[in-house]
């Protein structure tokens, strides 16, 4: 069977992802998370304030999937290796961006948050869990565009077709996540 150019990158995105998560330290993502979760409850005034503030953050990290695959587009996707300045940069300008709209929209948001509280019946549970993997997903997704820049086989990202490369690396990301998450005891 031969080996397709997609097949290939796919392969080479998934040796990353193991050798970026083969010494990943789940307890000590655990304990960073659960101690954002306390920080988050112990100023809350009340439940729905801390559910509130843990969804801000989901929200925060919702917003950089979206300038992480704009950055991987505008720069993988028309063939071109970012240097690890630019990701920096692009990524500090742009996470600071996401904090002022998310602030300046923080009411609208969290009548949304509100509404859909009552309606699911959102429990501590599922809204630090979400958290939790939102949060891991970033992280991921990150480390993996910083970590696939400086390999000297880097040019291999290039060789599929884009779109389908980001829908692989995003399962990855899921996965990986996944199975961090559920090795953690959060509450």
């Known amino acids: 069977m031969e080996n ?20 990943a330290d ?26 509130d503030r843990l969804m801000l953050n989901i929200t925060y990290f919702v917003e950089n999937k979206a300038v992480w695959n704009k950055m991987m587009q505008e720069t993988y996707g028309r063939g071109q290796v970012p240097k690890i300045s630019y990701i920096e940069s692009e990524t500090m300008a742009q996470q ?24 699911l ?14 949060s891991v997903e970033h992280s991921l ?7 696939v820049t400086i390999q000297k086989d880097v040019q291999e990202l290039l060789a599929g077709e ?7 690396i ?9 199975q961090a998450v559920n090795q953690m005891a959060l509450l």
């Open 4 to 23: 397709t150019a997609q097949q290939q990158v796919n392969r080479y995105i998934e040796i990353l992802f193991a050798r970026l998560t083969a010494k």
């Open 141 to 147: 997704r990150y480390d993996f565009l910083t970590y």
């Open 170 to 178: 995003d399962g990855y990301v899921a996965y990986h996540a996944d």
């Open 121 to 134: 019946q959102v429990t501590e549970e599922d809204v630090v869990y979400d958290y939790a993997y939102a």
């Open 162 to 168: 884009f779109e389908e490369t980001l829908r692989v």
């Open 26 to 51: 789940v307890k000590q993502f655990e304990q960073i998370i659960k101690n954002n979760v306390q920080a988050k409850k112990s100023s809350a005034k009340d439940e729905v304030d801390y559910f």
């Open 96 to 119: 600071m961006r996401i904090r002022q709209a998310i602030g300046e929209k923080m009411n609208d948001y969290t009548k949304l948050f509100h509404s859909q509280y009552k309606a």
